[in-house]
Structures are given as structure tokens and as C-alpha cells.
């Protein structure tokens, strides 16, 4: 992924990462998400996965190509927004797949609502994204009430931790995913505490302090794995020896980095996508990691087969002869075809229509599945 990572980030920062055939005989389709910031690790390989459903598709001599576009939003709403604008009045997009977080998420939708673009993000987990009424979002993730709720439930069932301390970074992801997790913990007959660090800080003895008088049994992260690696760091230093989890914006190797390896050992880290490198999973998923593999010469990794799985809901409409925005969405309304990550299909509220969540255990630099959060033991 290391070497990926590196000509993603050097194309992006380059503005050189468009391909396909736009024009007269094609359309234009955005990827928006943190490309070169400090949690591209999470991006990065969607927007891969993308890439390459469209470049197969193009590989075909479609009558109508596609270029897939990039708007490095560092996963900041402020950048976003702008970026969206100039999306639809520039680029002329007819499709957004992101933008990638939850927060840039809230705050992009409307514009892109009021241009009637529609949009498919691979990783935004936030719950209340789902509430809003939107006509054009979509997602093909589960959400943070799934993953909370999943979570939750395998620190009390597998674990059986007795006492579970949440720290969340207070963000529109991070938070409402700390508590979904709490209140499971709790109904799973856990005792709990809660705390909110601040994710542009780099001291947090504060909590660190509050978890050590609590004696924890189980430790929740909501937020990202920069601040996460940070934060578990400042745990184990603190002689803080409780089982450290977090969610999907943690899964990156980058959580291990940031934390050091031997600190983060043993950590479980869920998520409601599925990473699967070796192909086990499905006669799709074999080929797709196979084929991700010799074109980008790294293994899948989080929410590459969620990106593909997005690009190919407009390649089907597109496929279909929906070249407009407003087209393309009334598509995506009854879209249902086979993806790697699940049978992509969508509920009216843009929701995935399928979404398991799945548990994986840092080791090394590597994150192994474990097994979905309802079945898995460790």
C-alpha cells in the first residue's frame, strides 16, 4: 500500500490523477476525499478502486467513456465545499463517488442536492447523514448505528468486559459513533465512561488520567488513526493495559505507526466493509483482489472494494444509456447488481439495502481478519 499510497499521493498532488475520455462522447464523474492529508490511508484505496472500475469499463469502448476526477478535499468541509461548487459549474460533473468522511459529507450534500448531482460516498458511516431527506446521496456503506451497534456488542459478548471506557473526537463521524457503542456496551450490562479528546491537540494526559482512576477493561476510539495511533500511544505510556478498539477510521496500518507497533499489538479495530486480500470471500472478490493487486501492486485495503462498488452503480447507469445527472439518479433508485463488497442496492434513503459488520485484530503492521463483530472470538 506504501508504494500505492505514494504515486496516488504524488498524482494528486500533481492534479494529474484524471483519466478516461470526457468530452463530447463522455461524462464526467468526481472522486472527493482526503488525498494527501494526514488520513489519506483511508482514501486513498477507494479512490483506486474506483479508478479501476472505470478503467475497465473505458477498456470496453463504451459508446459513452468516463473520466474520473479527483478533488482533494483533505477531508475538510471548508475545501469541499468550494470543490463541489466547482465541480458541478466547471467539470460539469454528472456523479460525485464521496466525498469520503461524514463531515465534509453534511456539509457538500446540499450543494450537491441544489445542483441535483447525485453522489455515492464508500465510507461515510455517519448515522444521521441517512436522516436528512436527501434525493441524491447515497452510500454503500453501512452506517455508524450498524457499526456502533456491532461493536458494541462484540467488546460485551467476546470480550466480556465489564467496564468500557469511549473516548471520541467529538467529530460528526467519531461522536455519535462513541455513544451508539456506549449505549450498546451499556445494554450488554457493561459499566461506562465517556470522554472527548481534542483531534488537533497532541497532549491528552487528561484523558489518559481519567482512564487509568476508571480501570477499564475495554477501551472505544471513535475518530480517525492519526489521532488514534497518538492517543493509544499515550495509553500504553500511562500504563494503560486495557484492550484498545476502535472503528473504521482507524483501520490503516497508520494506527500502528502512530502508536508504535508493540503498543497497538492485539488492538480490534471494526468496520462495516470487507477487506479480503486473498479472496476468500466470494469467486468476486477473488477476482477483484487479484486484479487490484497487479494494477496497483498493493493488496486491497479499507473500502477499495466499497469504491468500486460505487463506481459501479453509475457505470450501470451510465451503461444504460443515463448520461444526465437527474438520469443517473432515478437509476440508482432500482440499481441491483452484484458488487465485490455486497449486492449493490439502495433504499430509498440512499442506504445501503445489506451491511454486515466485520472485526479485524492489528498485528504488526498487518490487520487480519478476525470474523464479523456478531460470530468473531479472540
Not at 447525485?118 to 457499526?147: F, M
Not at 493487486?293 to 479499507?302: G, M, Q, R, V, Y
Not at 434513503?349 to 479485524?360: H, I
Amino acid at each position: 500500500m506504501a508504494l500505492s499510497a505514494a504515486l496516488a499521493l504524488s498524482a494528486a498532488a500533481c492534479g494529474g490523477d484524471d483519466e478516461g475520455s470526457g468530452g463530447d462522447d463522455g461524462v464526467v464523474i468526481g472522486f472527493m476525499g482526503d488525498l494527501t492529508g494526514e488520513n489519506s490511508g483511508i482514501v486513498i484505496p477507494p479512490k483506486q478502486g474506483a479508478q479501476m472500475a472505470i478503467d475497465e469499463y473505458n477498456a470496453t469502448n463504451p459508446k459513452t467513456k468516463i473520466t474520473l476526477k479527483t478533488y482533494d478535499s483533505q477531508g475538510r468541509g471548508e475545501q469541499a465545499v468550494p470543490l463541489a461548487k466547482s465541480a458541478i459549474t466547471k467539470d460539469k460533473i454528472v456523479g460525485l463517488i464521496g466525498p469520503a468522511f461524514s463531515g465534509e459529507s453534511q456539509q457538500v450534500a446540499p450543494v450537491l442536492e441544489e445542483g441535483k448531482i447525485p453522489s455515492i460516498s464508500p465510507s461515510a458511516t455517519n448515522t444521521a447523514l441517512g436522516k436528512n431527506g436527501w434525493k441524491y446521496w447515497h452510500r454503500i456503506v453501512g452506517n455508524d448505528e450498524i457499526q456502533g451497534g456491532g461493536v458494541g456488542e462484540f467488546i460485551t459478548r467476546a470480550l466480556k468486559a465489564k467496564k468500557v471506557f469511549v473516548i471520541h473526537d467529538n467529530s460528526e463521524y467519531g461522536k455519535p459513533l462513541g455513544e451508539k457503542v456506549e449505549a450498546t456496551a451499556k445494554t450488554g450490562g457493561a459499566t461506562t465512561q465517556v470522554d472527548a479528546i481534542n483531534p488537533e491537540g497532541s497532549d491528552f494526559a487528561a484523558t489518559v488520567n481519567k482512564v487509568k482512576s476508571f480501570a477499564p477493561d475495554a477501551i472505544f476510539y471513535g475518530g480517525y488513526y492519526a489521532e488514534g495511533g497518538k492517543l493509544l500511544k499515550q495509553l500504553r505510556e500511562g500504563g494503560v493495559k486495557a484492550r484498545f478498539l476502535s472503528g473504521d477510521g482507524s483501520l490503516d496500518k497508520g494506527l500502528a505507526a502512530g502508536a508504535g507497533v508493540e503498543n497497538a499489538k492485539d488492538s480490534v479495530i471494526a468496520c462495516p466493509c470487507l477487506i479480503d486480500p486473498q479472496g476468500t470471500a466470494s469467486p468476486a472478490s477473488k477476482k477483484f483482489s487479484e486484479a487490484y493487486k497487479a494494477k496497483f501492486n498493493a493488496d486491497t485495503a479499507i473500502y477499495s472494494a466499497e469504491g468500486y462498488d460505487a463506481a459501479t452503480a453509475f457505470i450501470e447507469a451510465i451503461k444504460a444509456g443515463n448520461t444526465t445527472p437527474e438520469d443517473i439518479n432515478s437509476f440508482l433508485s432500482k440499481v441491483d447488481v452484484a458488487g465485490v463488497s455486497k449486492q449493490v442496492k439502495f433504499l430509498p434513503t440512499g442506504e445501503p439495502a445489506a451491511a454486515d459488520v466485520y472485526v479485524y485484530k492489528v498485528e504488526g503492521e498487518t490487520l487480519p481478519l478476525i470474523g464479523k463483530a456478531s460470530e468473531a472470538t479472540v
